[in-house]
DNA sequence: ATCCGGTATG
DNA sequence: CATACCGGAT
């Protein structure tokens, strides 16, 4: 009879786990506040970005109540360039409701209650910070039982099924014993062997037990669904920067789009291009443009491109500048998205 | 240029 | 239950 897989996992898992800031040294006890702040920012990002943020928030904010204290636009400019600015605002509301109770809960379903803590996350802290037998479900252990179990069946319609057999992973002794160093295991494995383009095969500790292996094509799983397009939306935005190097910026509503983050003061977006006299009824004063240049920046369900405006003179009048929603602000003061980013940079901002 | 994904929200 | 949110990887 096969060696379980999990005994497998948790083998290669000791002999190959990674160091990371937030991940706890065997025989040490793993840290719930740095548990979960290490696993708010890897939803949607990489390791290697996230670990630079990680330890500038670890020390700006040592503790929950640290954090819970910081000024949420002291929290947002930390998080600036992470994306998903959501993320920082429900890890500051987080950390308040922790900071209230006194102590990060270690049940599930109070974990679920928290601002920013889903179903994944929830199960990822109780599992690797609290050690209870919970299988966190993302798309690496998506893509690990796909291959595993030989499933063929193309995401998204297949979910249901991957999840099935995913929360079945952990069903040996062993796993049971070992609920935190299994979660990370899947992890690891996932991110260095069990990857999603080039699966290294030879090195897998599973490749006895894995179906995809076994038929040679683990590096086509799991399969997908074909996607629709995108269409593209125009702005133009104006662009003054003041002696001092600060920048003529608004703040964005706290919901929706790039929420909260610093934006330069512009058109709206739409979905035909503006034409020049169109644009200028929102220019923070009235003459002496000059076109720059255009950016595109790319999200999820449309193209953005940004038309470029800076003021051609270096003497103009900050009194002249009629901006109800802007003012001056230093860079390194601001929260700036990428796409912002790209218009001060733009022909050397 | 395209693909990818946890959580919140409608 | 579908869609929006983002920057990074490829």
């Known amino acids: 009879m096969k060696p379980d897989t999990a005994s497998l996992l948790l083998a290669w898992y000791d002999q190959n786990r990674r160091v990371l ?16 702040l290490s696993e708010i920012m890897l939803q949607q990002t990489v390791v290697a970005t996230v670990i630079p943020y990680y330890q500038r928030f670890l020390a700006a904010y040592p503790t929950v109540h640290d954090l819970a204290q910081a000024p949420l636009n002291e929290v947002l400019q930390l998080w600036a360039g992470l994306g998903y600015y959501a993320r920082a605002r429900n890890l500051h509301a987080c950390a308040q409701k ?13 974990l679920l209650e928290l601002p920013g803590i889903g179903a994944y996350t929830s199960r990822a802290i109780a599992s690797i910070a609290f050690n209870q037998p919970f299988v966190p479900i993302d798309g690496n252990v998506e893509r690990l039982i796909a291959r595993l179990r030989g499933i063929e069946d193309p995401l998204p319609a297949s979910r249901a099924l991957l999840h099935q057999e995913a929360s079945k992973l952990n069903n040996s002794a062993i796993a049971q014993e070992r609920p935190s160093d299994f979660a990370q295991a899947l992890f690891d494995l996932g991110a260095t062997i069990c990857t999603p383009r080039n699966p290294s095969c030879l090195l897998c500790p599973c490749q006895t037990n894995c179906e995809a292996f076994k038929a040679g094509n683990a590096k086509d799983l799991p399969k997908r669904s074909p996607k629709p397009q995108r269409p593209t939306r125009y702005g133009v935005v104006f662009r003054v920067i003041n002696p001092n190097g600060d920048i003529l910026l608004r703040t964005r509503p706290p919901q929706g789009l ?13 979905e035909k291009p503006w034409t020049e ?22 999200f999820t369900h449309f193209i953005l491109i940004l038309t470029v405006y800076e003021m051609t003179s270096n003497l103009y009048d900050i009194r002249d500048i009629k901006c109800f929603d802007s003012s001056f602000k230093p860079p390194k003061a601001s929260a700036l998205s990428s796409a912002m980013k790209k218009c001060i940079i733009l022909a050397q901002g």
């Open 21 to 36: 800031p937030w991940r706890a040294l065997p025989g040490q006890t793993p840290d719930p506040y740095g548990v979960w």
């Open 98 to 110: 922790v900071s209230k109770i006194g102590f990060f809960p270690s049940d599930v379903n109070e």
């Open 258 to 270: 790039l929420g909260g983050t610093d934006e330069l003061p512009g058109t709206p977006w739409r």
């Open 277 to 298: 006299k169109e644009a200028l009824e929102f220019a923070p004063i009235t003459k002496n443009w000059q076109k720059l240049g255009e950016i595109k920046h790319i």
